[in-house]
């Protein structure tokens, strides 16, 4: 039997060189993963859309990478060459990223980059590769009216669009498609006037939105029906319409134009001035008869006949016979329907000669009114108390309540002749237009007084028409043509006189 002699060197030196090529071998295997994931491809970019109705979101797909564990979305916007992260994304498998919040009509750049984790350390692509763009849709013009201007003219309107650069208009008849017929720039237009339509013929219009980037024209939805054309019209509120020219609460009516048509200016006309005039719409009935009120918009007119008569019941003479039967709310309800201001011609348009005679006897009170005593002056009244036509002249003067009084003047031959007193005090005066007097309205101590005051061969004489105890200034009747009350003003130990009715 062979003899077989071992060298114990060259056996550890075995071991050693198989556990260095195991402990390599280890060695190689981080290596390969090291180089792996440093050399992990750039994400492609395979679409950036999102459906037609869809205007302020984008969707971003890419084809997914071997051995990433994320992504992570860049974004830029419009021609910015600023790059901002926007979104990080956790899964190999993950392929899209949908971003919301956007403008309508922009373009919008993306790129992804991938990423892996090895051992605790992050590896990625190339940062900002591949980039790919897309544009948010425009959002479709909502369509408000299309208005015939004349027998060629059309003008469209719409709703404007954000970010929109230009609008595409189209048009068509009964027997066509939708045509091109014109384009116009501007993000805030909404209008377009067709000029090229013919008289007589129905026709339909469309609106487009559109933006352009990057020499790419980007269109909107649009109305696939379209809006169809409509001639200028104009409608009253009312067509006829009755007035009473002496009661206050039924001598007016407000018409009221409704409106289609490219412009909203309306002009109003009456026939007859004379019985009733219009301001704005706003009628007014003068004196009996009938006048048609006519309303004039783009073109076309719309009329209203209006009746102007007397109201028969409506009268001074009424509101006081209700009053002496103590039928104060029918009463209140008559004095309603008057003015509650007097404006009588005769004061209005008043003849120089008796304007001046009694501006110089109102001047003479006022020049020797002492200052609270006796002869003070308070003020003076104007209106026609005789029903001649002339109005008087009430001269207020006096020292406190019961000693005030008004001294009523008359114009004859060119002079101002006084025709008696009315105590003035706690009072209140209203013209009794139309018939011989003045109404003397008082409230004293809770108690409501109402005298008839009439002057005839330049006497003056007052009759009782009735009292109500109780009252106040808000409860007590409101008697219609209150005369204006030309008042002396007191400051200061000194006295100024309101002339103004006189001159």
């Given at each position: 039997?062979?003899k077989?002699?071992?060298?114990?060197?060259k056996?550890v030196?075995f071991?050693?060189?198989?556990?260095?090529?195991?402990l390599?071998?280890?060695?190689?295997?981080?290596?390969?993963?090291?180089?792996?994931?440093?050399?992990?491809s750039?994400?492609k970019?395979?679409?950036?859309?999102?459906?037609?109705?869809?205007?302020?979101?984008?969707r971003?797909?890419w084809?997914?990478?071997?051995?990433?564990?994320?992504?992570?979305?860049?974004q830029?916007t419009?021609?910015?060459?600023?790059w901002?992260?926007?979104?990080?994304?956790?899964?190999?498998?993950?392929?899209?990223c949908?971003?919301?919040?956007?403008?309508p009509?922009t373009?919008?750049?993306?790129s992804v980059q991938?990423?892996r984790?090895?051992n605790?350390?992050a590896y990625?692509?190339?940062?900002y590769?591949n980039?790919?763009?897309g544009?948010?849709?425009l959002?479709?013009p909502?369509?408000?009216?299309?208005?015939r201007?004349?027998?060629?003219?059309?003008?469209?309107?719409?709703a404007?669009?954000p970010?929109?650069q230009?609008?595409?208009?189209?048009?068509?008849?009964?027997?066509t498609?939708?045509?091109?017929?014109?384009?116009?720039?501007?993000?805030?237009?909404?209008?377009?006037?067709?000029?090229?339509a013919?008289?007589?013929k129905q026709y339909y219009?469309?609106?487009?939105?559109?933006?352009?980037?990057?020499?790419?024209?980007?269109?909107s939805?649009y109305?696939?029906t379209?809006?169809?054309?409509?001639?200028?019209?104009i409608?009253?509120?009312?067509?006829a319409?009755?007035l009473y020219?002496n009661?206050?609460?039924?001598?007016?009516?407000?018409?009221?134009?409704?409106i289609?048509?490219v412009?909203?200016?309306v002009?109003?006309?009456?026939?007859?001035?004379?019985v009733?005039?219009?301001?704005n719409?706003?009628?007014?009935g003068?004196?009996e008869?009938t006048?048609?009120i006519?309303?004039?918009?783009?073109?076309v007119s719309?009329?209203?006949?209006?009746?102007?008569?007397a109201?028969?019941?409506?009268s001074?003479?009424?509101?006081?016979?209700?009053?002496?039967?103590?039928?104060?709310?029918?009463?209140?309800?008559?004095?309603?329907?008057?003015?509650?201001?007097?404006?009588?011609?005769?004061?209005?348009?008043?003849?120089?000669?008796?304007k001046?005679?009694?501006?110089?006897?109102a001047?003479e009170?006022?020049?020797?009114?002492?200052?609270?005593d006796?002869t003070m002056?308070w003020g003076?009244?104007?209106?026609?108390?005789?029903?001649?036509?002339?109005?008087?002249?009430?001269i207020d003067?006096?020292?406190?309540?019961?000693?005030?009084?008004?001294?009523v003047?008359t114009?004859?031959n060119?002079?101002a002749?006084?025709?008696?007193?009315?105590?003035?005090?706690?009072?209140?005066f209203?013209?009794f237009?139309?018939?011989n007097?003045?109404?003397?309205?008082e409230?004293?101590?809770g108690?409501?007084?109402?005298i008839?005051?009439i002057?005839r061969?330049?006497?003056?004489?007052?009759?009782y028409?009735g009292?109500?105890?109780?009252m106040?200034?808000?409860?007590?009747?409101?008697?219609p043509?209150?005369?204006?009350?030309?008042?002396?003003?007191?400051?200061?130990?000194?006295?100024?006189?309101?002339?103004?009715?006189?001159?």
């Amino acid at each position: 039997m062979e003899k077989r002699t071992y060298n114990l060197g060259k056996i550890v030196t075995f071991i050693l060189c198989v556990w260095s090529i195991y402990l390599f071998s280890l060695s190689g295997v981080k290596v390969q993963a090291k180089e792996t994931a440093l050399t992990l491809s750039a994400p492609k970019i395979v679409s950036v859309g999102a459906p037609a109705d869809t205007t302020t979101a984008l969707r971003v797909t890419w084809q997914p990478v071997a051995r990433a564990d994320g992504y992570i979305i860049y974004q830029k916007t419009g021609n910015s060459a600023t790059w901002q992260r926007i979104r990080k994304i956790i899964g190999q498998s993950k392929s899209y990223c949908s971003n919301i919040g956007l403008n309508p009509g922009t373009k919008y750049t993306y790129s992804v980059q991938a990423f892996r984790i090895i051992n605790g350390k992050a590896y990625y692509s190339q940062k900002y590769a591949n980039p790919s763009s897309g544009v948010t849709h425009l959002k479709a013009p909502t369509l408000t009216s299309a208005l015939r201007i004349d027998g060629q003219q059309v003008k469209i309107s719409w709703a404007s669009v954000p970010n929109a650069q230009e609008y595409r208009i189209y048009r068509k008849d009964t027997q066509t498609g939708w045509q091109l017929v014109g384009k116009v720039l501007g993000e805030k237009t909404d209008y377009y006037i067709d000029r090229t339509a013919m008289s007589g013929k129905q026709y339909y219009y469309t609106v487009k939105a559109t933006c352009s980037w990057d020499n790419k024209i980007y269109s909107s939805l649009y109305n696939k029906t379209g809006i169809a054309v409509r001639n200028p019209s104009i409608k009253l509120n009312k067509t006829a319409v009755t007035l009473y020219y002496n009661n206050s609460s039924r001598k007016q009516t407000t018409l009221e134009a409704t409106i289609v048509g490219v412009g909203q200016q309306v002009k109003w006309t009456s026939s007859d001035t004379t019985v009733a005039t219009v301001l704005n719409g706003v009628v007014t009935g003068k004196k009996e008869g009938t006048a048609v009120i006519k309303a004039t918009a783009n073109g076309v007119s719309a009329s209203c006949t209006v009746t102007v008569k007397a109201e028969n019941n409506v009268s001074y003479h009424k509101v006081l016979k209700l009053y002496q039967e103590k039928q104060y709310a029918e009463a209140q309800r008559i004095a309603n329907m008057m003015p509650s201001q007097a404006n009588e011609a005769c004061v209005k348009n008043m003849p120089e000669n008796i304007k001046k005679v009694y501006y110089n006897l109102a001047n003479e009170y006022y020049a020797k009114s002492g200052y609270f005593d006796v002869t003070m002056m308070w003020g003076y009244f104007m209106t026609d108390i005789n029903n001649d036509g002339v109005a008087e002249l009430l001269i207020d003067s006096g020292m406190g309540t019961l000693s005030r009084t008004l001294k009523v003047y008359t114009y004859q031959n060119g002079k101002a002749v006084k025709v008696g007193e009315i105590v003035s005090g706690k009072r209140a005066f209203f013209a009794f237009q139309g018939a011989n007097g003045l109404i003397v309205w008082e409230l004293d101590n809770g108690v409501e007084t109402i005298i008839k005051v009439i002057l005839r061969n330049n006497t003056i004489t007052s009759t009782y028409i009735g009292a109500r105890p109780g009252m106040s200034n808000s409860t007590s009747i409101k008697l219609p043509y209150k005369v204006k009350y030309y008042a002396n003003k007191f400051s200061g130990g000194k006295q100024e006189l309101d002339f103004s009715g006189l001159r």
